[in-house]
Every structure is written in structure tokens, then in C-alpha cells.
């Protein structure tokens, strides 16, 4: 059993017992106690006791629950084993919760029942001080929340010994309830996101030839082949094989806010894929490239080159897009990369530049209201299970690590195969009708 005592300075106690230290040695820990003796006394044994059962002295002052995440993330989250996507996302959530008023308080003052509350109100939506957040039937926003929670309160106890017990170990997600309309006249349909039609997209086209020229080919390889934002921005002419037609998915380019870079990184499965195309891409992609080598003379030496350069930070690597023109020094240690789809000036065209026009095509193209960027994705799918395709191929085109993902969020958009799935009964009892042995 650990040896104390109490002793008085001024008008308050003080406690103080012998720990070991990281090597074994005993060493002495004095902690502020009240006004009381007796109360200061109290301190001591239930501070010797949590010492015996746990060897974790809890400090009487502690950090804050935001304090205590931005220590995580440096010492942890970045120095672990997560991918350099998934660390974004985290930290992207806890700048957003440290909003929340929770995130001042002490650790030693947090209850399971105060970070219940909180969940609750992720997981149902709402607003409390400056933070706020919708509710969502998808758990998947709760769930991030839920695993940083649980990483940072984990880390809290041990290595860092701020607090004995994890108040995360009882919190769990509750279930928003599904709201429905049992006597509404409206024919709702519960796909989240509206394939194009052929019509909407020749839309978009139009609309971008007259307006924003410079975004019309990756939304073009986007349509045809079904890849994600950052992986268009990331397709470079060593990617695609136009004799044999089909294009090799490496690597995907996200802005990386925190660093306030623009990042070459994997794909969000972080594996290679094959994606074969038609002849209409083929087509478009000849032309981008009499387009390039036409602005490449015009610009001349202005004509900006895109670059790569590996970044290390503690135990990650990133690799930050440049663009320097003709006239500019190269600096060692970067890499010449050659992207598809590059703004007339030769520089590479921006994840966010792009999600900007969608915007514009969404407020001033009638009839493509909503529209984003991952539409083209919903369309792509659709497209090709609506005509027959496996869904297996689909899956594998797609990138999904599940071909459960695939039918998913996209088996339901195509009203056509449900309605066709439907009569097939219809035609079972006519056949059997017609058989002359009833």
C-alpha cells in the first residue's frame, strides 16, 4: 500500500504519496487538497487507492476535452497507421466539434452521460452553441464521431494518464427515427441521387461549352467511365490506353485543408483498377489532346507544368501538387506529372473549381436542380445495370470493395427493371392459362 500524508500551507492542505516512476523508483506526488483536513485526508485515500488498483494517479487538474483532441491527433492519428484521406476526415470533424461547448470543459468534469448527450445529438441532429449538425439516417457521420471519441478517451487513460476510466466504454448510437408521411398524395421515391437522362446530360454539356469550357472534359470522363471527383482530377495521359481502350485508376487529388495543399493521394479503397471505355471517350480524348498541344504553343513558355513533391510529416508522406510555367526554376525534388485535365494555361484544374461549375450548372441549367458531381457516378451505374451488365462487372468498375455497396445506393434508381421484375408474374399465370393440360 502507497505511504501518505497531509500537511497544511497557508490557509489549504495538501496530499502527497509515493508513486513509482517510469523506471520503478518511488517518487512523491502532492496534489492540492480543501480547506478541510478531513476532506484533504479523504482525497488521499480514495487518490491511493485508484493508484493501487489501476498504478494511474488521476491529476487534480486536467485538460480539456479539446485540448486533449488536438493532442491526439498530433501524437496519434498522425503518427498512426490511417491512411492520409482518413486523417483529413478526422481532423475536418473534430474542428467542427470542438464548436461544441462540451469541448471546454475539463476531462476530470466529462460524463458518460455528457457524451451521451452529445452523440444524441449528432446521431438525431440539432444545435447547441456553435455547433451544429443535421440529423441523418445514415450512420455513417455518428459513426466518426463515435471512433474519435473512443481513440481520444482511450489515449487519455493510457499512455497519457490524464483520467483512471473511459466514459466512452458505456455511449452508444442511437437510431434516428424514420420519419414517413402515411397520407401524403405524393409518389416518393427513396433514391437519394437522380440518374441523367441523355437529354440532361447533352444539358450540361452545352452549358459548358458556352460557359466553362475548361471543366467540359473531366465531366465528360466522369459520365463514361463512373470514377469519383478526385480520381478524374488525378488521371494522368499515362493512365489511359486509347488502342485498347480502357484507362487504369492510380490515384486520386483531394485539397487537403488543414495544410492548405492540393494532394496527390490513393484512390478512397487505395487499390488500382482497370476501368474499360467506348468509342464516344476515345473519341472526346483525342480531341483534348489536339487541345493541349494547341495551348501548350499558344502559351509557350506562360504554359505551366504540373509537379509533384514528396512531403514528409512525422511517420506520413504527402505529395503536394505544384505548378510552375516554362520560365520558372525547377526546384530539386520535384516530379514532372502529366494530368489529363489541366485549365487552358496548362496548370491542373481543382477539385473544388470543379464542384464550383456543378454548382452553376445546378442553379442555372433548368431541370438540373441538385445536380453534383457524383450524379455522373449514379448515371454511369445505372446506365450500365439498367442494360444488362452484371453486377459484379459494375462493382469492380465502380471500385466498391462490396458488391452489396453497388446494389445498394444504385439498384434502386432504375425504375424500368422494377417494373419489368414485376410483370414477370403476369406472364408466368398467362402461360400457364394457355397450358392445355389445365
Known sequence: MAKGSVRKKGKKWYYR???????????????????????????????????????????????????????????????????????????????RLKLHPLCDRKLSCITTKHLQDLMNLISIGGKQGD??????????????????????????VFPKKYITFNPMQYVVIVNRATDVDLF??????????????????????????????????PIQIAYYTGLRLGEVIGLTWKDINLDEQYLTVRRSVTYDYQRHKTVIGT????????????????????????????????????YHRCYYKEVREKSRIYYDYYALNGDAEIPEYYHEIDFVCRR??????????????????SKNVPGLEGFHFHALRHTYTTNLLANGARPKDVQELLGHSDVSTTMNIYGHAERKSKKSSAKLLDQLVGEQKKCPCN
Not at 464521431?145 to 482511450?154: K, P, S
Request: glycine share 6%; aromatic share 8%; proline share 1%.
Open 184 to 217: 401524403s398524395s405524393e409518389d416518393n421515391d427513396d433514391a437519394k441521387t437522380n440518374p441523367l437522362t441523355t437529354e440532361m446530360y447533352d444539358k450540361v454539356t452545352e452549358y459548358l461549352k458556352e460557359h466553362h469550357h475548361e471543366s467540359l472534359l
Open 344 to 361: 487552358d494555361d496548362g496548370s491542373l484544374m481543382r477539385t473544388f473549381t470543379l464542384a464550383q461549375v456543378c454548382g452553376f450548372i
Open 131 to 156: 455547433f451544429s449538425i443535421k440529423g441523418s439516417l445514415n450512420r455513417k457521420t455518428p459513426n466518426l464521431y463515435m471512433a474519435i471519441l473512443n481513440h481520444a478517451f482511450r489515449y487519455a
Open 17 to 95: 504519496f509515493y508513486v513509482e516512476d517510469a523506471s520503478g523508483k518511488l517518487i512523491q506526488k502532492e496534489y492540492a487538497g480543501t480547506e478541510s483536513k478531513s476532506e484533504t485526508e479523504r482525497l488521499l485515500r480514495k487518490a491511493m487507492e485508484e493508484y493501487e488498483s489501476t498504478k494511474i494517479v488521476a491529476k487534480a487538474e486536467n485538460i480539456t476535452l479539446g485540448e486533449l483532441l488536438d493532442k491526439w491527433v498530433e501524437e496519434e492519428l498522425k503518427t498512426g497507421t490511417l491512411s492520409n484521406g482518413t486523417v483529413r476526415t478526422y481532423e475536418n470533424k473534430i474542428k
Open 267 to 302: 484512390t478512397k479503397s487505395a487499390k488500382v483498377r482497370i476501368v474499360d471505355f467506348g468509342d464516344k471517350l476515345t473519341d472526346i480524348l483525342k480531341e483534348a489532346m489536339k487541345v493541349r498541344e494547341k495551348n501548350e504553343k499558344e502559351y509557350g513558355k506562360l
